[in-house]
């Protein structure tokens, strides 16, 4: 059985840094594309940033670049989010995705709150 599990998440006042982690379990994560969104209240959900498998080329959304960093540990089946900076607006429910050709799976969320 597939499992992914955030944690890392929290309050954290405007300019402060927060490390997001994804583990995973009951897959090879080095097959799998991977990726963090984000959902704030009111508001779609929308990409933050990717990680691809193979080369493990990098990509942000626009209002993160600069700010966040994402990252992999293929042996400890982990992916990371270093989010530098943050502000109000970073505010929002993170979630990790790991996808292949065939499988598409999603973590159960971890809240990230940035006060001003």
């Known amino acids: 059985q597939v499992q992914l599990v955030e944690s890392g998440g929290g309050l954290v006042q405007a300019g402060g840094s927060l490390r997001l982690s994804c583990a995973a379990s009951?897959?090879?994560?080095?097959?799998?594309?991977m990726a963090w969104f984000r959902q704030a209240p009111g508001k779609e959900h929308e990409f933050v940033a990717r990680v691809n498998w193979g080369h493990g080329t990098t990509y942000y959304a626009e209002p993160v670049k600069g700010r966040f960093t994402i990252a992999r540990d293929n042996a400890k089946n982990t992916m990371y989010l270093q989010m530098n900076s943050l502000q109000p607006e970073d505010t929002a429910m993170y979630y990790c995705?790991?996808?292949?050709?065939?499988?598409?799976?999603w973590g159960q969320g971890i809240q990230v709150t940035v006060s001003s």
């Open positions: 995705n790991f996808r292949s050709w065939v499988y598409n799976y």
């Open positions: 009951g897959l090879t994560t080095s097959t799998y594309t």
